[in-house]
């Protein structure tokens, strides 16, 4: 194979290689856009934002004794989604917390029991609505034995008074 030698002028453009033709591209009609689903509204991250504090936004799931105790033992997933925080979380707690002790199976899932659901409502009462540092809630829970006690009569009166309040709007 021979080479060519390629000389270049720089007065006058010269091209070197012929550009191949190139056909026009089609238009491609725009496909309609799918509806978007709707999605529940997330913070970027962290915790609850004041302004959803106060308005009394509920956030967390847990149902009643009695639909609790129906069930032995409930899945990692099955409690964050109840609480709406990240299973990475529940496992901080767990490691953080002494009064938590979710069983394991032979994979290693958690499995909650209903008495370990009611220790980590009485956690997530102490750390996000009562602003509780770790080591606080550490404290606290080792200083007050009863303190299962006061947040039982803590969230009955919470339902008390959004009885009243539901009783005063309807008036």
Same mark, same amino acid.
């Given at each position: 194979?021979?080479?060519?030698?390629?000389?270049?002028?720089?007065?006058? =453009?010269? =091209?070197?290689?012929?550009?191949?033709?190139?056909? $026009?591209?089609?238009?491609?009609? =725009?496909?309609?856009? =799918?509806?978007?689903?709707?999605?529940?509204?997330?913070?970027?991250?962290?915790?609850?934002?004041?302004?959803?504090?106060?308005?009394?936004?509920?956030?967390?799931?847990? $149902?009643?004794?009695?639909?609790?105790?129906?069930?032995?033992?409930?899945?990692?997933?099955?409690?964050?989604?109840?609480?709406?925080?990240?299973?990475?979380?529940?496992?901080?707690?767990?490691?953080?917390?002494?009064?938590?002790?979710?069983?394991?199976?032979?994979?290693?899932?958690?499995?909650?029991?209903?008495?370990?659901?009611?220790?980590?409502?009485?956690?997530?009462?102490?750390?996000?609505?009562?602003?509780?540092?770790?080591?606080?809630?550490?404290?606290?829970?080792?200083?007050?034995?009863?303190?299962?006690?006061?947040?039982?009569?803590?969230?009955?009166?919470?339902?008390?008074?959004?009885?009243?309040?539901?009783?005063?709007?309807?008036?």
């Amino acid at each position: 194979m021979a080479l060519q030698q390629i000389s270049f002028s720089f007065d006058e =453009p010269t =091209p070197l290689v012929e550009e191949p033709v190139v056909a $026009p591209k089609k238009e491609k009609k =725009p496909e309609p856009k =799918p509806e978007p689903k709707p999605v529940a509204k997330k913070t970027a991250r962290g915790r609850m934002s004041l302004k959803d504090m106060e308005a009394g936004v509920d956030l967390i799931v847990v $149902p009643d004794d009695e639909e609790l105790f129906q069930k032995s033992y409930y899945s990692m997933s099955t409690v964050a989604e109840m609480f709406k925080v990240n299973q990475s979380l529940l496992r901080f707690w767990e490691n953080e917390f002494d009064i938590l002790k979710p069983k394991k199976n032979g994979k290693g899932d958690r499995l909650f029991r209903p008495e370990d659901v009611k220790n980590l409502k009485l956690i997530y009462h102490l750390l996000r609505e009562r602003k509780y540092t770790i080591e606080g809630a550490k404290d606290f829970l080792k200083k007050n034995k009863r303190a299962e006690e006061k947040f039982v009569l803590i969230e009955s009166l919470k339902k008390l008074k959004g009885f009243l309040n539901q009783l005063k709007a309807d008036l």
